[in-house]
C-alpha cells in the first residue's frame, strides 16, 4: 500500500493548517485552519458570508482545490485541537467531502459553533467525539488513536493513524509539559510504545524550533502570575488582566489568583464567555463559584458600571484584548469607549505575548500609549508559550523514532530550521526528511 503525504496549507506560514495522508484509495484528512491575519488586512473582510474561493484566493484558508487530482476518497476529517488555524476552515471547506468530523469532546463544540456561525455554506458533515486515549476504526486497513498532549488549549491530542505500513503521527500543536495547571501531561508511555512499533511518517509542526532548551511549564506562567497578582492584595486600584480567551487553563489560574486576595473575578468579552462556558459546560474546568462572565457589549457595559460603582478593588475583570485588536473590550476600555474610567496607579496586567506580525504591533502600541497617559501601569509577557522548543522536539524524536519527518506548520524560516536541526541528528533531507510548500505531496517509499 502506497502513502502519499499532500501538504495543502500551512507550509508556507504559520496558520490555515491542512495535511491529507492518502494510504491506498483511502485519504484522511488533519485541519482545516484559518489564516486570520491575512482576514485582517481586508478591513471589510466579512467571512460568515464568503465564499470558500475568495478565501482561498486571500490566502486565508488552505487551498484544497488540490484534492481533486488525487486519486482516493476521503473517510475522515480529524482535528487535533481547537485554535482558529486548525478549525477555522471547517465551515468553509468540509461539506466538500462526504466523512465525518473527528476531534475531541471540547474541539467537537467548537467546530459545532463555528459550523453554526457559517451563512455561506451548510455543512451536515457527522461530528465524532473522540477522547484522548480512544480509537476509531475508519477502514479495514485504517484506525485512528488519540493520544494525549498539552498545548494553550485544552483537549488537544495527537492524532495518530495506524496503517499496514506504521503509525502516521501528526504532531501539530503541542508541548511536552509534565506539570500542566489542567488536564493529564502527555502520553509518553504510550508514545514510547507507538515508536516500538513502528512510526513510518511524523508530521510536526516547527514554530519554536529556534528556540533553545525546552518549553517552560504552565506551571511557570501560573507562578508569574500569581507572583504579580498577589503583590497587590491590599492595592485599592483597577487590576484587570488580558490572555487568550481559548487558554482555559491560564483563566482559570487567573481567576483563582482573584479569588486569592479577594476580589471577584469577572470574564468580560463574547471569545471569553464562549470558551469559557463550553470548557464549564463539558466539566473540563472548575472555576472558584465567585466568577462570573458577561459576553455581549450590554451587559459588558453594564458589568463595568457596577464595577465603577462598587469599588474597583472588589473584582478582577479578565477581559480580551491583548494584541490591543479594536473592539476587544480592553481596547474600549482605553479608549474611552466604555463606562469604566482608568486612573493613575491602575494597572493591565498581559498573560499573553504579542503574536509577532506589524499590524498586532501597532495596535498593541496604542493600546498600551493610551493607558499610560492616563497613569496607568502595565505589565507585559506574564506567559509561557503552547509550543515546543528545539529539546522537546529531540526528546519526541527519540521517544517515536519515526522513518520519516515532514516539518510543518511554519514558514520556510521554521521548517528549515527543523531540517538542520533533524539533519543534526542523523536524518538526511530528501532522503528520509521532507521540506514540504503548499500543494506539494510527497511518497513515502
Ligand atoms: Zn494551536
Same mark, same amino acid.
Given at each position: 500500500m502506497d502513502i502519499e503525504i499532500i501538504a495543502v496549507g500551512g507550509y508556507n506560514e504559520v496558520g490555515r493548517n491542512m495535511t491529507a495522508v492518502r494510504c491506498g484509495k483511502e485519504i484522511v484528512i488533519f485541519d482545516m485552519g484559518l489564516r486570520l491575519d491575512q482576514v485582517m488586512i481586508h478591513e471589510d473582510a466579512?467571512?460568515?458570508?464568503?465564499?470558500?474561493?475568495?478565501?482561498?484566493?486571500?490566502?486565508?484558508?488552505?487551498?484544497?482545490?488540490?484534492?481533486?487530482?488525487?486519486?482516493?476518497?476521503?473517510?475522515?476529517?480529524?482535528?487535533?485541537?481547537?485554535h482558529l488555524d486548525h478549525i477555522g476552515a471547517i465551515p468553509k471547506l468540509a461539506h466538500r467531502y462526504n466523512?465525518?468530523?473527528?476531534?475531541?469532546?471540547?474541539?467537537?463544540?467548537?467546530?459545532?459553533?463555528?459550523?453554526a456561525g457559517e451563512q455561506k455554506f451548510g455543512v451536515n458533515n457527522k461530528l465524532f467525539a473522540l477522547k484522548a486515549g480512544q480509537r476509531y476504526t475508519i477502514s479495514p486497513?485504517?484506525?485512528?488513536?488519540?493520544?494525549?498532549?498539552?498545548?494553550?488549549?485544552?483537549?488537544?491530542?495527537?492524532?495518530?493513524?495506524?496503517?499496514p505500513r506504521g503509525a502516521v503521527v501528526y504532531a501539530n500543536d503541542f508541548k511536552l509539559d509534565r506539570t500542566p495547571v489542567l488536564g493529564e501531561p502527555p502520553d509518553f508511555a504510550?508514545?514510547?510504545?507507538?515508536?516500538?512499533?513502528?512510526?513510518?511518517?511524523?508530521?510536526?509542526?516547527?514554530?519554536?524550533?529556534?528556540?533553545?532548551?525546552?518549553?517552560?511549564?504552565?506551571?511557570?506562567?501560573?507562578?508569574?502570575?500569581r507572583d504579580t497578582i498577589t503583590s497587590y492584595e491590599d492595592d485599592k486600584s483597577a487590576l484587570f488582566v488580558s490572555t487568550f480567551s481559548s487558554h482555559i487553563s491560564r483563566v482559570k489560574t487567573i481567576a483563582e489568583c482573584a479569588h486569592e486576595i479577594g476580589r471577584k473575578p469577572v470574564l468580560l468579552g463574547r471569545s471569553m464567555e464562549r470558551y469559557s462556558s463550553a470548557a464549564?459546560?463539558?466539566?473540563?474546568?472548575?472555576?472558584?463559584?465567585?466568577?462570573?462572565?458577561?459576553?455581549?457589549?450590554?451587559?459588558?457595559?453594564?458589568?463595568?458600571?457596577r464595577i465603577m460603582k462598587t469599588g474597583k478593588d472588589k473584582f478582577l475583570p479578565i477581559v480580551t484584548g491583548h494584541q490591543g485588536e479594536s473592539g476587544a473590550i480592553l481596547t474600549r476600555?482605553?479608549?474611552?469607549?466604555?463606562? $469604566?474610567? /482608568?486612573?493613575?496607579?491602575?494597572? &493591565?496586567?498581559?498573560?499573553? !505575548?504579542? #503574536?509577532?506580525?506589524?499590524?498586532?504591533?501597532?495596535?498593541?502600541?496604542?493600546?498600551?500609549?493610551?493607558?499610560?497617559?492616563?497613569?496607568?501601569?502595565?505589565?507585559?509577557?506574564?506567559?509561557?508559550?503552547?509550543?515546543?522548543?528545539?529539546?522537546?522536539?529531540?526528546?519526541?524524536?527519540?521517544?517515536?523514532?519515526?522513518?520519516?519527518?515532514?516539518?510543518?506548520?511554519?514558514?520556510?524560516?521554521?521548517?528549515?530550521?527543523?531540517?538542520?536541526?533533524?539533519?543534526?541528528?542523523? $536524518?538526511? /533531507?530528501?532522503?528520509?526528511?521532507? &521540506?514540504?510548500?503548499?500543494? !506539494?505531496? #510527497?511518497?513515502?517509499k
Open positions: 466579512d467571512i460568515e458570508n464568503m465564499h470558500s474561493l475568495d478565501l482561498i484566493e486571500m490566502k486565508a484558508i488552505p487551498d484544497d482545490t488540490i484534492m481533486n487530482a488525487v486519486e482516493g476518497s476521503v473517510k475522515a476529517i480529524v482535528c487535533s485541537h481547537g466523512a465525518p468530523i473527528i476531534s475531541t469532546p471540547y474541539t467537537s463544540e467548537l467546530i459545532r459553533q463555528q459550523i486497513h485504517l484506525t485512528l488513536e488519540f493520544v494525549r498532549a498539552q498545548h494553550s488549549i485544552i483537549d488537544t491530542i495527537f492524532p495518530v493513524l495506524h496503517t504510550r508514545l514510547r510504545q507507538i515508536g516500538k512499533e513502528g512510526v513510518i511518517a511524523l508530521i510536526t509542526e516547527s514554530v519554536n524550533i529556534a528556540d533553545k532548551g525546552r518549553c517552560p511549564s504552565e506551571k511557570i506562567a501560573r507562578d508569574l502570575v464549564e459546560q463539558l466539566k473540563l474546568v472548575g472555576f472558584p463559584e465567585s466568577l462570573s462572565m458577561f459576553g455581549n457589549r450590554r451587559t459588558v457595559d453594564r458589568t463595568l458600571r476600555i482605553v479608549m474611552g469607549d466604555t463606562p $469604566y474610567k /482608568l486612573e493613575k496607579g491602575d494597572k &493591565i496586567l498581559f498573560s499573553a !505575548k504579542v #503574536i509577532p506580525n506589524p499590524m498586532n504591533y501597532g495596535q498593541r502600541y496604542l493600546v498600551e500609549a493610551r493607558a499610560k497617559m492616563a497613569g496607568v501601569r502595565i505589565f507585559d509577557e506574564l506567559h509561557v508559550s503552547g509550543h515546543a522548543y528545539r529539546e522537546d522536539h529531540y526528546e519526541f524524536l527519540h521517544l517515536l523514532n519515526p522513518q520519516h519527518v515532514i516539518p510543518s506548520h511554519g514558514d520556510i524560516g521554521m521548517t528549515g530550521e527543523y531540517a538542520k536541526f533533524a539533519e543534526e541528528i542523523g $536524518y538526511t /533531507l530528501g532522503n528520509d526528511l521532507h &521540506i514540504m510548500r503548499n500543494g !506539494k505531496s #510527497i511518497l513515502i
